[in-house]
Each structure stands twice: as C-alpha cells, then as structure tokens.
C-alpha cells in the first residue's frame, strides 16, 4: 500500500511537471479552451438550479459531449465560483491514477518485483511514464484544455487494465464490481462508450472464452452484458424524457449523416495523426507488428485449444477501435488530434509489448527477453530519443496557429460577455446574440446567446443539411437562423469597443473573413437577411466614457430602442468589401 502511494506521488509529480511546461508553453492559459467553457455553463446553471439548460429559461438541450464531466464541474462550481484551477488539478491527479494503473500491468509482465522501499517501480514503468507525458499533444489535452477528455482517457486506460490483468479461469468479486463501475462511468463519460462498452465486454468474454470454454465465457459475461443494456436504456430514456432525443444535441450538429464523407475525412484524420511525430508514428508501426503477431497467436489458441492465453494480446483490439473510433465519426477540427490522445497511452503499450518483449512470455517464441536487458542502457537512450524527437513539438506548441488561439478565444469572448451585459443594462430586456462561438460569452453575458453552430440548440442542431464543409462547423442553415432569429449577430470577436473608423473595418473585415463567411453559408449576401437585419452603430455614454456596439441587429429590437436616450443609433451602409 505504500509503495502504491508512493508510486502514485512520483508519477504525479511527473505530470504535473510535463503539465506546467505545457502551460508555460501556451501562455499561461486561465480558462481552458471554449468549449470547455460551454460545460460550465451548463454546470453553473445547474447548481443555480435552472436544470441542464444553455439558456437560462430556455430549452433543455444536451449541449455536452460528457454528462458525467458536465457533474465534476457543477461539483466544483458549488464549492468555488472560478473552477479553472481545481479542475486541472483534478485532471493532473485522474492522470497520474491510470498512468500508475498501467504501470502495475507492465511491472506484471516483466515480472518485476520490488526488492527494497526504495524500488518504487521497474525501469520500464518509468520510461513508459516519460514517453506518455512527453507528448505535448497527449498533456495539452489532457490537463490544459480543462475539456472531459482527461477523464475519458483515464476511464480508457483504468478499464483495459482491468479486462488484461483478471484471471480468466476464475474471475474475482472485485474484478466484476470494478469492471460493472467502470462500464457505468464510460457510458456517462462519452457518447462513443456505447460501442466501447461492448468491445471490453467482448474481451472478457474472449480471454474467458480461451482459457475456459464459451459456456462459462457467456456466463462471465452475460451480467455485464445485462448492467450495460440497463444502465443504456436508463441513460436513453432519461435523455428521451429530459431532452427529447436519444443521443447528445452535439451528435446531431456535428458529424455529418453521410458515410462516405464521414470515412473520406476520418481516413485523413488517421493519416494526419500518423505523421504528427516520431514517437506516435513508432508506435503505430508496433501496433501493426503487434496487431497481425497477436491475431495469428489467438486463432493458433482457438483452433489448437492452447490455454492459457495471456491478456495483453487482447490489446490490440482495444487499440485498434481507438483508431476506428474517431474515422467512423470523420474526425474533428481541432489542432492536435484531440480524439486520439486518450488512447495514446494505450498505443505505447502496445509498442511497449512489442519492443521490450515481456519476460517469459515473448510473442515472438524463443528470444531475449526484456530482463536481460541492462536497463541502465535502455534508459538513458531512450530519455535521449524523448528528447530529442520531442523538443520540436513542445517549441510548436506556443506557435499561434496551434492551439494558443484556442485559449485566447476562451478569454476574449468572456470580456464580450461582459462588455455586451454592461452595454445594455439600460434596455427592458437583454437581446439575443447569435455566434460561432458559445462558451466564454455565454458565461458572462446576461442574456440568451443562439449558438449559430447548432451545439446548444435544437432547431440548429436538427436542421436539415450534410454536415460537410468546415468540421464540426457545418449545422448552420439559413432555415434554422430565421426561425431563431438573434436579436444580435456576432460572428467574429472585435477587440475594440471605442467609436473611431477603425473599429468599423475591424468588424468589417471580421464579417468578410473566408471562415465566418463559409461557417455561416454568406448569409450576409441573402436578400432575406438584409430586409431583417441593418448593420449600425449604437453608441452609448456613461461616467466612463463612450462605447459603441457596431454589428447586424435586427429591425424588431432597434424599433424597441426608438425613444431610450441611453442608446443613439446610426445606419451604416453595409460592404462585401471592408474598405468599400
């Protein structure tokens, strides 16, 4: 028990460590990135006690990837207004858990064993630690962003343990409580742990199934089979009842209806993801060796009724639906291959089981094996090869078109929603702002944003449309906008709030820029859009001077502001080209 927490400590502070470069890195960030954002407000809204609700009084939408993140961050919310800092802390500690859960695992097969307190862990748990936290794709992600994807990596990687190292012949009480837990926490954690669910559940029925026959397979896994279709059925019908839809709303806003285009766009995900950096394209290569080596050895043990078989060469099917996952879904927009990095750990494993060859139970047959292999050798070559084929991407890192830009947006749009709820504190009712993005602004604004990308609404969300075009941006119809028509339409953040020309071309060149024009379909070129909406100047005075609001407001709410003295408004004539 000790030498666990001490374990459990020491990787902690390697996480922590990698962690806060990658802070360093991106500038400091304060509030992770802006979808992040998006589940606090669904958090704070739910601690207020205005239910899982976007729009305080609207509708009940399920604009979260993670229901079960989506509770953390209420959990916080309740104890502390600003929850940034503890959930990094927690997402750092969730880490360091499944990383000292896989290293027990490697320890295992290398049948290492601690000889005085000093041991701590064998040498090879420490290089797999390093590799894995050297990524900054991998830490970035799984800390920085503050997004669920930390807590969906570690559910990944505590469950393979779990279906790897439990003795097939006999499983164990704790081994069926803990794998029925970790089943429920998935199916709460992410909407994709419904196929997840069934392949761990596959892999015990498998590895019993090898070892004892497919009578006492089904029995094994007959009850998690049941706990999986009652927890689903529960979890669907309560979203059926609270949302009036099976799946999250950002299903339906995201990934496009057709197949083709799906795998066209996920196969260039892949393909991207394998050219990201050395060590990943590595480790791909193991895979492959491991993949087709450890297929051959379980159909040798079926056909040859060869017992036991041992778990680690059922990796290579959980490996290989995290690389299927994300293609079926037709990847995602944003940098750094967010939808791979929880399964990343488990891909150095798996390189791990090829490179190092477990000792005494080699999948190659008859070769040397990882214990005698000087260990004072290997590491040191191998924090030398973490080194130098990591440095180019942690310098990359802090590169504006990486994800600094993601963090920025999280900020910016916080100071528009409080610029915007201190702009109109004078009007009878708050308007409502239509924009791309929909975290930070909604956090501090008063009154309702329409997320225009269909995330946080249904009637976006289930517009009709292919889904196609800029990826995980393409829900928006003209249809949808004129049924929700925004009082306020935001497409980009201006810096500036003041009342001089140059805050009319930045907004200008803000509405003719090639991504807001492709993400909103050039609405501003519709006959329709233009008899709704006047672009204008409104300005506004008080003790500390002048602001003015510059943007497309609709002709119900500027007819509501005739007569209110706080606000004089004027009529702009709208160019395509901003210095028209």
């Known amino acids: 028990m000790k030498n666990s927490i001490v374990r459990f400590v020491c990787i902690s502070i390697v996480a922590a460590t990698f962690a806060g470069v990658a802070l360093h890195q991106l500038g400091y960030p304060q509030y992770g990135i802006d979808d992040a954002n998006i589940f606090f407000v669904y958090a704070k809204n739910l601690i207020d006690g205005h239910g899982i609700v976007y729009n305080i009084g609207g509708e009940r939408v399920e604009g979260v990837t993670s229901l079960l993140w989506m509770l953390i961050c209420a959990g916080v919310f309740a104890l502390a207004s600003s929850p940034e800092t503890a959930l990094f802390i927690f997402n750092v500690i969730v880490l360091a858990l499944s990383l000292t859960c896989v290293t027990y695992y490697l320890d295992g097969l290398f049948n290492w064993k601690s000889r005085s307190s000093l041991d701590i862990m064998s040498s090879y748990s420490l290089l797999y630690v390093l590799l894995v936290c050297s990524s900054p794709d991998y830490m970035t992600w799984m800390t920085v962003t503050l997004m669920d994807t930390g807590l969906w990596g570690a559910l990944l990687s505590i469950n393979t343990v779990m279906v790897l190292r439990f003795n097939p012949q006999t499983p164990s009480k704790s081994f069926t409580r803990g794998f029925f837990a970790g089943n429920v ?202 080194v130098l084929g990591q440095a180019y991407c942690w310098t990359g890192l802090s590169a504006p078109d990486c994800m600094k830009n993601e963090f920025q947006h999280a900020r910016k749009w916080r100071d528009m929603g409080s610029f915007l709820s201190g702009f109109w504190e004078n009007v009878q009712s708050y308007p409502s702002a239509g924009c791309i993005l929909a975290g930070g602004v909604q956090l501090k604004y008063r009154g309702d944003i329409i997320d225009l990308m269909g995330l946080n609404n249904t009637t976006m969300a289930h517009a009709d449309g292919m889904r196609e075009g800029i990826k995980n941006h393409a829900a928006f119809e003209r249809a949808g906008f004129y049924e929700l028509q925004p009082d306020l339409v935001l497409p980009y953040y201006i810096p500036e709030f003041d009342c001089d020309t140059h805050t009319i071309a930045l907004y200008m060149s803000s509405v003719s820029n090639v991504w807001v024009q492709m993400a909103l379909k050039n609405i501003w070129d519709d006959a329709e859009f233009r008899k709704r909406y006047d672009f204008v100047k409104i300005a506004r005075s008080d003790a500390s001077g002048e602001q003015c609001f510059y943007g497309f407001i609709s002709k119900p709410f500027l007819e509501s502001l005739q007569g209110n003295a706080s606000y004089a408004v004027t009529f702009l004539q709208y160019y395509d080209d901003p210095k028209g």
């Open 185 to 386: 926490l998935m199916l709460l954690a992410r909407p994709e742990a419904m196929l997840w669910s069934i392949v761990f559940i596959a892999v015990v029925w498998g590895r019993v199934c090898v070892a004892s026959g497919p009578s006492k397979a089904t029995r094994t896994a007959l009850p998690f089979a049941a706990g999986y279709c009652g927890v689903l059925s529960a979890l669907t019908l309560f979203r059926l009842v609270y949302f009036n839809y099976p799946l999250p709303n950002t299903y339906y806003a995201k990934v496009s209806p057709s197949l083709s285009y799906n795998l066209t766009q996920g196969l260039l995900y892949v393909r991207d993801y394998c050219m990201s950096s050395v060590l990943v394209l590595m480790c791909i290569a193991c895979f492959v060796l491991f993949f087709g080596i450890a297929c051959v050895t379980i159909l040798k043990a079926v056909i040859k009724a060869q017992r036991p078989l041992l778990g680690y060469h059922f990796l290579v099917f959980i490996v290989f639906t995290g690389l299927c996952v994300p293609v079926l879904t037709g990847g995602d927009h944003f940098e750094l291959f967010r939808f791979y990095q929880p399964v990343f750990p488990l891909l150095v494993l798996s390189a791990f089981v090829v490179c190092a060859y477990p000792a005494g139970t080699s999948i190659f047959g008859k070769c040397v094996t990882a214990s005698r292999m000087p260990g004072k050798i290997i590491i040191p070559l191998a924090l030398l090869f973490v």
